[in-house]
C-alpha cells in the first residue's frame, strides 16, 4: 500500500474533525420588527408571569432583559426545548458579572404588555452607562451547520488523534509533525469562526482566559495524545453534561456603524 504525503494525511485528518464534529445551529439574524412580549427578542419587553419577579442583582437593582427566546423556534434543534421562553437577565454595571437564566415552561397568553410595564423600573445605566443592548430586535432564525472551532479546547487534540490514526506517525501536538502538516491545521483553526449569533454549535471567546479554562487542569502538551485523548473520547456531543452553546450574542451595528448590540 503507496504511503501519503504528511500533508496528504493532515487533508485527511482535517476532513475526519469535520465530519466527526459538525452539528446544527440556529443562525439569528436581528430585525427591527416590533416584538411582542411573547417573541423571540433581544431587548425590549420581557415576558413576565404574574408570580415572577424580575431578578436583582446584588445590589438590588433590577436587572435588565440581555435576550428572550419562544422555544417553539428552535424545532430545528433536536435536543432543545420547543415550547415555553428562555430569558436571559443581566445587571447594568460593566462587566455584567451578574445574570440569570429562567424558563417559562407554560405561557399565559392572556398576559399584555401593559400589565408588564408597570412592574419595570427606570432602567438606569451602570455606572459607565453601558449596556451590551441598544434598543428591541427581533430574531430571524436560519439553520445552519457548524463545525468545531478555533476557541475549543479539543480541535488540536482531535487533530493529532486523527493524524496518528491515519498516518501511523505519533503526534502529541501539531507542531510535532512536518511544517506543512502544521500549517494546514493552522490554515483550519484559524478560519473556523463560530463567533456568531446563534443557537447551537461551538462558542467562541474573546478573552484568552475563558479559552484556558475550559482545558484539563492537567493539560500538557507533551503529554501522549492517547492519555489526553481518553479525555476526547469521552465527550458526548449530545450529552447533557456536555458544554453546549444554549445562546449566544455577536456585536451588531447598523448601517451608520453606530454601536448596536455587542
Not at 399584555?112 to 452607562?129: A, H, M, N, S, V
Not at 492537567?218 to 473520547?233: I, M, P
Request: proline content about 4%.
Amino acid at each position: 500500500m503507496n504511503r501519503l504525503k504528511p500533508e496528504e494525511y493532515a487533508e485527511l485528518a482535517i476532513q475526519k474533525l469535520i465530519k466527526k464534529t459538525t452539528v446544527p445551529i440556529l443562525n439569528i439574524a436581528l430585525t427591527d420588527e416590533k416584538t411582542t412580549i411573547f417573541d423571540s427578542k433581544i431587548g425590549g419587553t420581557p415576558y413576565l408571569p404574574k408570580d415572577m419577579e424580575i431578578p436583582k442583582d446584588k445590589n438590588g437593582r433590577q436587572m435588565r432583559l440581555l435576550a428572550q427566546i419562544n422555544c417553539k423556534d428552535l424545532t430545528p434543534l433536536e435536543d432543545y426545548p420547543h415550547s415555553g421562553i428562555l430569558q436571559f437577565w443581566l445587571t447594568v454595571d460593566f462587566m455584567w458579572e451578574e445574570y440569570e437564566v429562567a424558563y417559562h415552561k407554560n405561557i399565559d397568553y392572556t398576559l399584555d404588555e401593559k400589565d408588564i410595564l408597570p412592574r419595570i423600573q427606570d432602567y438606569t445605566e451602570g455606572k459607565d452607562g453601558s449596556f451590551p443592548v441598544n434598543g428591541e430586535y427581533g430574531m430571524e432564525f436560519v439553520e445552519d451547520t457548524e463545525s468545531m472551532g478555533h476557541f475549543d479546547y479539543r480541535i488540536e487534540a482531535l487533530f493529532c488523534q486523527y493524524y496518528t490514526e491515519l498516518s501511523g506517525e505519533f503526534i502529541s501536538i501539531p507542531e510535532d509533525a512536518d511544517e506543512e502538516v502544521y500549517d494546514i491545521f493552522i490554515d483550519y483553526r484559524d478560519d473556523a469562526y463560530t463567533g456568531f449569533t446563534k443557537i447551537g454549535g461551538y462558542e467562541i471567546s474573546t478573552q484568552l482566559t475563558d479559552y484556558l479554562r475550559y482545558r484539563p487542569e492537567n493539560y500538557d502538551t507533551s503529554l501522549h495524545w492517547s492519555k489526553y485523548a481518553t479525555y476526547v473520547s469521552n465527550i458526548d456531543m449530545k450529552s447533557d453534561e456536555e458544554e453546549f452553546v444554549l445562546f449566544q450574542l455577536d456585536s451588531h451595528y447598523n448601517n451608520s456603524k453606530d454601536y448596536k448590540v455587542g
